[in-house]
């Protein structure tokens, strides 16, 4: 999505990716003030070619590359901390990560829990795979639907984290032990690990926006559209 003259601009894939949105997305990029990734996870990826050099970015905006530009990762994506550090060291390591970076609030996170489910329904579930990426994407989505996620701005209170995940990892180890027949997730290593995200030099300095999903507090909505993602707040 780009803004320009007061207006919105929004790239959507009709497909099942590969359409060449990420090139799309660049070739605007320059003349746009704010590129938004709305939705999605690190299961894809967007490959950019600027000044000569190969960029593949999987939840960073491709504005990234460039001075000047606000970059925002929305809510209505599933956020993976790992590899959103990942691409952000890379990209300072070569000095690039020249925009400034909002990350909203109220993104849903993709725990270790999402990707070991993942990876079991593939290997142990149907007997014909699906084929995912095994990157924890759609297990959390289906919690961001079920109301049991973990969202961004959740990181940033421990305390109400420890209840949450309390709750949340006593439901999944049900199913990894009862279903799957493997051994529960440690409590006190999956915390250690989410509290730690804030402790990474950039996670406590990055502007978050906190706001609800859809709706009102008193009239939640669980439905999902590009055009619904991309309201004017």
């Known amino acids: 999505m780009y803004m320009m003259k007061g207006k919105a601009e929004v790239i959507v894939g009709m497909q099942w ?26 299961n894809s990826g967007h490959t950019v070619i600027v000044e000569g050099k190969k960029y593949i970015f999987h939840i960073l905006p491709s504005g990234m590359l460039y001075s000047g530009k ?3 990762v929305g809510n209505g994506v599933a956020l993976d901390p790992d590899r959103l550090f990942e691409e ?12 400034r970076l909002i990350v909203s609030g109220s993104a849903h996170v993709v725990m270790p829990y999402h990707k070991i489910l993942d990876q079991f329904e593939e290997s142990k579930g149907l007997k014909r ?8 994407i759609g297990p959390c989505y289906v919690d961001k639907f079920g109301r049991t996620g973990i969202r961004v701005c959740d990181l940033m209170h421990p305390d109400m984290l420890r209840d949450k995940l309390d709750y949340i990892l006593g439901l999944k ?13 440690s409590f006190d290593a999956l915390y250690d690990k989410a509290t730690g995200y804030t402790t990474k030099s950039r996670f406590p300095s990055m502007p978050f926006t906190i706001k609800p999903w859809h709706g009102r507090k008193d009239y939640p909505f669980t439905s999902a559209t590009a055009r619904r993602s991309l309201r004017r707040p």
């Open 88 to 99: 952000l060291d890379e990209l300072s390591s070569q000095g690039m990560d020249r925009a």
């Open 173 to 185: 180890n049900q199913i990894i032990t009862r279903i799957y027949d493997e051994k529960p997730i």
């Open 70 to 72: 606000t970059c925002v």
């Open 129 to 136: 795979r699906q084929g995912t990426t095994e990157q924890g």
């Open 17 to 42: 990716g590969d359409e060449g949105k990420g090139r799309v997305a660049d070739a605007i990029t320059p003349k746009s003030d704010v590129i938004v990734r709305y939705q999605g996870g690190a």
